[in-house]
């Protein structure tokens, strides 16, 4: 077992550049989810906290120098960050395993995969902020101009709380906007830690603010602050909704990365051991609570029932243990609600007469029983109408559902609200792009799953958001368009005699 503390000093907030308690001095508890025991004290903030932080944040960007510095001075100080981050990986990893359950090494994976993304953002912000110049029909100068959005909310949920932050944070902040942050509150350490280190690194004060509590208090007020320009939130695509209802007051910029329900279609032409294995590993990420997970993995008649066994066997045979554990690859859900609202998504299954071929149930034995463990579930013999098939469970559950053709596979794959991932297991290399390209989805995985990087455009189709993360795109996505015209050879004199007949 890794070693680290059981219980970290109370933590305060930063607003302004200082480190701060709640105005009204409440603080909430964080319980670490594999022993059940209190871990850490973080401030409870309210509404007049949060707007203490917009506040802050709207000074920087309008009084401070920021937003008019080049982006080589703000590369030099996200490369100092990153350098930071790249030492204290171990560190933030262990925090953040204590807070959510989801096992050590997962975490480094994750801090690992998006944690390039500050370096990333400052060696291509350079070219997309150069002027472009357009040549048009007529003799005049036009020249298109990308610019910040002001200041940016940003709000994370609690599955891989450095990767989230990751994805969003550092294009934000290279391109000149300042940032008030809200970490979900079961997982606020790796935000806190990064404000360390920013402040460390000599980041002009207000420019990066960061504030816990309720979801329902801070994010409903930076959705509904008019000194908010743009927010940019990941989580329940109902939560996502009421986001866009309480943005609507200054029509804010919104981009959303919501929820998913990914089908992973595994055709016959794939080895029985094989199909299994990518089965199991689609939802092996995070204790199976990640926005991707193929949860609905979709086999091929003739191989569905060796696949459905071996995936049982395989899955069913997985170390759940404590997060801090190199041997887990399950750890705990992240709170006893989210255990409990898992257990029941395994009750509709069993009532609605899919197969239980594994698990299903609360662990309890030993040194789990005071955690919030459940035994990694396949059910088969699912029907894509069942509410397992249908809605997010985001836990280690896994439901096979079988079809014949690849245009059955395809139809069943797209009968969902969501389009965040899905996948094509095929040895066929044109059915698989085939395949991909008639996915309504915005991340494909074929022959692998997991796959992201901060080069690669990161986003979803239908309810699962709006808008894209990483790569260029997710720098863009925090900028606006300014489009100038500049007239240096009379054309305007010549239409001014048009339109004003003299
Ligand atoms: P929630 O939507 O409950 O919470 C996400 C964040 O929003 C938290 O910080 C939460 O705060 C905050 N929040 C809650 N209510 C409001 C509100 N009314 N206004 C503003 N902010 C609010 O999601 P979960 O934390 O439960 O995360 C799981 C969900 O996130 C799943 O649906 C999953 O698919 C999705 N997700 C999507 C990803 C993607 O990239 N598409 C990636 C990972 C997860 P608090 O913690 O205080 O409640």
Redesign the pocket.
């Known amino acids: 077992m890794v070693k680290y503390k059981e219980r970290l000093e109370e933590q305060k907030v930063f607003i302004d550049g200082e480190w701060t308690t709640a105005s009204k001095g409440d603080t909430y508890s964080i319980i670490n989810p594999s022993t059940g025991k209190t871990f850490v004290e973080c401030q409870k903030c309210d509404v007049e906290d949060t707007k203490r932080a917009i506040d802050a944040a709207r000074d920087a960007f309008d009084n401070g120098p920021w937003p008019n510095m080049s982006i080589k001075e703000r590369s030099e100080i996200l490369y100092k960050v990153s350098d930071m981050v790249a030492k204290k990986t171990w560190d933030l990893s262990k925090m953040d395993a204590c807070c959510n359950g989801v096992p050590v090494l997962q975490h480094i994976v994750t801090i690992l995969d998006m944690s390039p993304n500050f370096k990333y953002v400052c060696t291509r912000a350079e070219d997309l902020a150069k002027p472009n110049r357009i040549y048009g029909e007529f003799p005049i100068d036009q020249i298109v101009l990308r610019e910040q959005d002001g200041v940016v909310a940003l709000?994370?949920?609690?599955?891989?709380p450095f990767w989230?932050m990751a994805?969003k944070l550092p294009a934000a902040l290279i391109s000149g906007n300042t940032v008030v942050f809200?970490?979900?509150?079961?997982t606020p350490l790796s935000a806190i830690e990064i404000a360390r280190m920013f402040e460390r690194a000599g980041l002009p004060k207000g420019v990066f603010d960061v504030v816990t509590?309720?979801?329902?208090v801070?994010?409903?007020e930076?959705?509904k602050s008019e000194k908010v320009d743009h927010i940019a939130?990941?989580?329940?695509?109902?939560?996502?909704k009421?986001?866009v209802k309480?943005a609507i007051g200054n029509l804010k910029k919104v981009t959303?990365?919501?929820?998913?329900k990914s089908p992973n279609i595994i055709f016959d032409d794939f080895p029985v051991e094989e199909a299994a294995r990518m089965a199991a590993m689609g939802v092996s990420l995070a204790n199976g609570?990640?926005?991707?997970a193929g949860t609905r993995v979709l086999v091929q008649d003739k191989i569905y029932k060796e696949v459905a066994k071996k995936t049982a066997e395989i899955y069913g045979s997985l170390n759940v243990g404590n997060a801090l554990s190199l041997k887990t690859n399950i750890g705990p859900l992240v709170t006893e609600e989210?255990m409990n609202k898992v257990l029941g998504y395994i009750e509709s299954g069993k009532e609605e007469g899919a197969t239980l071929l594994c698990g299903g149930y609360r662990l309890k034995e030993e040194e789990l029983k005071d955690g919030f463990f459940i035994a990694p579930t396949v059910f088969s013999d699912v029907r894509n109408d069942m509410k397992i098939a249908r809605e997010?469970i985001?836990g280690p559950v896994i439901s096979i559902i079988p079809f014949s053709t690849e245009e059955e596979a395809i139809k069943i794959a797209n009968d969902t609200i969501y389009g965040?991932a899905g996948g094509v297991m095929t040895k066929d290399k044109e059915r698989a792009i085939r395949v991909a390209r008639r996915i309504k989805a915005g991340n494909i995985f074929v022959n692998t799953w997991h796959m992201t990087s901060s080069d690669m455009p990161?986003?979803?189709y239908k309810q699962?958001?709006w808008g894209r993360?990483a790569s260029e795109e997710g720098i863009k996505e925090f900028t606006q368009i300014k489009s100038i015209y500049a007239d240096w050879h009379g054309l305007t004199k010549w239409l001014m005699k048009a339109m004003l007949l003299h």
Request: with cysteine.
């Open positions: 709000i994370t949920p609690w599955n891989v989230q994805l809200k970490p979900a509150s079961q509590g309720p979801g329902s801070v994010g409903a930076m959705a939130f990941t989580g329940e695509t109902t939560t996502g009421d986001i309480n959303l990365e919501l929820g998913g609570e990640e926005c991707f989210q997010e985001f965040l990161f986003g979803g699962s958001g993360l």
